[in-house]
């Protein structure tokens, strides 16, 4: 069984405090590009305090906002409330999506799929929901391409893991994108420091669909 409860409980409260400095660095124009395709019926994953909700489009008919962080949750709650679009809140993980197969245009992933605990159930989950043509729209932190850098990464994971959420700093996710049966249709990658001081990590901009 996924779990539902929150496995990092004080995450919740200090991403609500450094999430918006984020966006104010640039992550909230990332978000806007991230949902301008999304159209129909929508999942968000990991919707965190609702970042993204400002940018979704006239083009979606509905949002159902999946976040596991209570203090996130209440916070996407009230977001959802000045949202362009309707957004329904509810808690959840990307293990177990409360969607029926092949009924979803698009999902969202925006800085997630670093942090859920089984990236390859949680994208197992992404192909049973999406219809075929369906869109998975992705934002996410990857590992460097760089051989040191990459190798940093790797070390310090499993600490900035614990303290970060669950983060994984390492992941290839464009990868296991690809692995999980998604067509990796555009991939925009970039550098990205999200709060002064912090390294430029490598980020990825992309879509991906269900054949
Ligand atoms: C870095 S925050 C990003 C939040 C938001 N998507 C954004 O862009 O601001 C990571 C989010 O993933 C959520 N999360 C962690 N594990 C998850 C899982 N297994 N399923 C869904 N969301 C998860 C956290 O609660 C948190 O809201």
Redo the contacts with the bound molecule.
Sequence with gaps: M??TS???PS??RS?ARV?PR?DARG?ADH?RRLVAAAHGAVV??????G??FPFYPAAVSGVLA????PT?RELARAAAARAPVPVTVED????SLPAADSSVDVVV????L?????QAV?LAEVVRVLRPGGLLLF?EHVRSAHRILGAAEDLVTPLWSRLA???HPNRNTADSIAAAGLTVQGLERFGFSALPGNPRLAHLLGVASKA
């Design positions: 996924p779990e929150p496995r990092h995450f919740g991403f999430g984020m992550a978000r968000e994953i990991g919707a965190g305090y970042a993204t999946l976040e596991p962080d996130l959840g993980v990307a293990e992933s925006s800085l997630v670093c942090s859920v605990a089984d949680a934002y959420g669950g983060c």
